[in-house]
């Protein structure tokens, strides 16, 4: 079936530094998509989410980018600090998919000050 | 405190013997839905719920049965568990559907010997 994917298992980072998590998608219909992070223990917590009818989205410290043409979304975070150190997952939904969200695996980021 | 409350946190059971995880949130959602998180393979939807009464399949549903009977609890119920079913369990809310951020709970570590 569709799924989401991640480029890389594992990122490291020095503190400081502006981190790009990858994350790329196989349903061309997905329309709607979401990073969430996870910190050891505790459950997924929303980051920032963007619809297909825009290319970027940008939060606090967080930019999400959306290429729909290589169907690839990225995760930016600038001056990473220590507390950005968790694992952090794309997901995506779409009407053809009914209500579900399709979580990728996860990619877990490490920062070192 | 809006928030997503799961009970219990941590089970230990043996095969067969029935079993249920109960979710509850108080910020009024609309759509609920169960995940499971298993090593390597990132978080899979187990069923959602978009209202009262109204429930559907996700990605992993064998094993495993929920109901709505009202709007802000969500239990999920393993009839039979077996150690197949050993994992680390999410419930989540939202809003509407899975086109808004989702809200989750703490997880509840479950283990089937």
């Known amino acids: 079936g569709e799924s989401v994917g991640l480029h890389l298992p594992t990122l490291s980072v020095q503190e400081g530094d502006n981190s790009i998590i990858n994350c790329a998608y196989s349903n061309s219909a997905s329309d709607y998509f979401i990073w969430y992070k996870q910190e050891s223990g505790k459950g997924p917590q929303f980051i920032i989410d963007i619809r297909s009818n825009m290319d970027k989205r940008q939060g606090q410290r967080v930019t999400v980018l959306l290429n729909k043409t290589v169907k690839h979304l990225s995760l930016q975070i600038a001056a990473t600090q220590p507390g950005d150190s968790a694992v952090y997952f794309c997901a995506e939904a779409s009407n053809q998919a009914g209500t579900a969200l399709i979580f990728g695996k996860g990619t877990t980021l490490s920062v070192s000050s | 405190e809006a928030q997503v409350t799961q009970n219990p946190r941590y089970l230990i059971t043996v095969t067969g013997k029935k079993l249920t995880v109960t979710c509850s949130q108080n910020?009024?959602?609309?759509?609920m839905s169960w995940y499971r998180q298993d090593p390597g393979l990132g978080l899979r939807q187990i069923y959602y719920?978009?209202?009262?009464?109204?429930?559907d399949k996700g990605d992993v549903p064998e094993g495993y049965k929920v109901s709505r009977k009202e709007k802000r609890n969500f239990p999920l119920i393993l009839e039979s568990p077996s150690p197949n079913q050993t994992s680390l369990y999410f419930c989540a809310s939202s809003p509407w559907t899975a086109y808004n951020e989702q809200f989750f709970g703490p997880g509840t570590r479950l283990t089937v010997l």
């Open positions: 719920s978009m209202n009262v009464e109204v429930t």
């Open positions: 910020m009024n959602h609309e759509y």
